[in-house]
Structure formats: C-alpha cells, structure tokens
C-alpha cells in the first residue's frame, strides 16, 4: 500500500499537466475570491457584510488549494498564493471600482496573508492527505479562525452580535462538515484545546497591531 501510493504521488508529482492545472486553480481562486470580494462590499447589508470584512472567509480559500497538493510544503507556498492573489483581485477590481486602496493598508493585509496563506494551505493539506490522527488538527483550525474572530472582533471588540452569531456558527458548521470524514470529531475537539486559544491571541494581537498603524 505505501509503495503503490509513494509511486503514484511521484507519478503525479511528475506530470506537468497536473501541475499546471493546480497552478491554474490557485491563479482563478485566488483572484476571483478577492474581486468577489470587492464587489460584495457594495451590496450586503449586516450580518453578511461582515463575510467580505473579514479575514477567515480568505482564508477557506487557502485550506481549499491546500487540499490539492501532494506535499505540505507545496500546500503551504499554494496557501500563500492564493492569499496573496486574493489581495491583488480585491485592490485591482477596487481601482476600477473608483476606490483607492490606502498602500498602509495593502502591505498590513499583505502581512497578514504571508503569515496566514501558509498556514491555512498546511491545514487543508493535513485535513485531506495528513495521517488520521493529525487530520483533525487541519479542521480545528479552520473552524478555531471562525470563532475566534467571532468571539474577538465581532462579538468583545466590535459588539456586532449578529456578525458574531454568524461566524459562530459557520465555525461550528465547518468543524461538523469537516469533521464528518473519518469521524474526526473527538480528534477536533482535543485539537481545538489548542488551535482556539491560538486563534484567539492572533486575533487580539491582530487588533493591537492594527490600531498601531491606524
């Protein structure tokens, strides 16, 4: 089994095809998430505004290409990218727009994407291609970035309540849906001792840094 496995990912790992539509997927993602992005900003009202201001629905689109590579270092330079493109979409289709992006505020987010993309690409690798013991930790930290920007900066620092319940339950969504393959929901829960309380200092330091700057 790990030599017929070993041989077909080598064999993939080979095919420039194969490489090159996965490369194509991280280009469209990541572009189309950030000029999506743009867009909606003009036409959702609260709680579904706060889906297009936010950093972890970005990041759902790192843990997703994440999924698609064969190794977790291409996972992790994957989610970087596609966080990366997403910022390129969102500024670029901003411009045309008539908006112009504070470059403050581009290389914060830039940051913030550099730090994130790999991570989030890594934990989709885990949830999709890591051993079974592992996989749970690719979901709870998913699911710990939607809580704890729910807990954080919607609910103790923005005291949007309906912006808190939303991402409260998309991060409770998301760990019940991921969580589904192989029955990894005792593996989550034993994670998210770990990836919450994470995620809730990211967020916190994440706001100290920002007001800082701005």
């Known amino acids: 089994m790990t030599v017929s496995t070993a041989s077909e990912s080598d064999q993939t790992r080979r095919s420039p095809r194969d490489v090159a539509l996965r490369v194509g997927v991280v280009l469209v993602w990541g572009l ?8 909606l900003q003009a036409h959702l009202d609260a709680p579904w505004a706060s889906l297009v201001n936010a950093a972890s629905p970005w990041l759902v689109a790192a843990f997703v290409v994440g999924t698609l590579w064969l190794r977790p270092r291409s996972a992790a330079i994957a989610g970087l990218a596609v966080c990366l493109l997403e ?43 890591g051993r079974p013991r592992l996989r749970g930790l690719g979901v709870a930290v998913l699911g710990a970035a939607f809580l704890a920007e729910a807990a954080v900066s919607y ?13 409260g339950v998309l991060g409770l969504v998301l760990i019940a849906a991921l969580g589904f393959r192989g029955r990894q929901y005792a593996r989550v829960g034993l994670w998210l001792v770990v990836a919450l309380p994470a995620g809730i200092v990211a967020e916190i330091l994440l706001g100290l840094v920002y007001r800082q700057a701005f």
């Open 155 to 167: 609910g103790w620092r923005l005291h949007y309540v309906s912006s808190a319940i939303l991402f």
């Open 87 to 129: 910022l390129v979409g969102y500024y670029v289709t901003s411009a045309v727009r008539g908006f112009g992006g504070s470059h403050s505020l581009l290389v914060f987010w830039g940051a913030c994407a550099v730090v994130g993309g790999p991570v989030f690409g890594a934990a989709g690798w885990i949830w999709w291609r």
């Open 32 to 39: 189309a998430a950030g000029a999506l992005t743009s867009i």
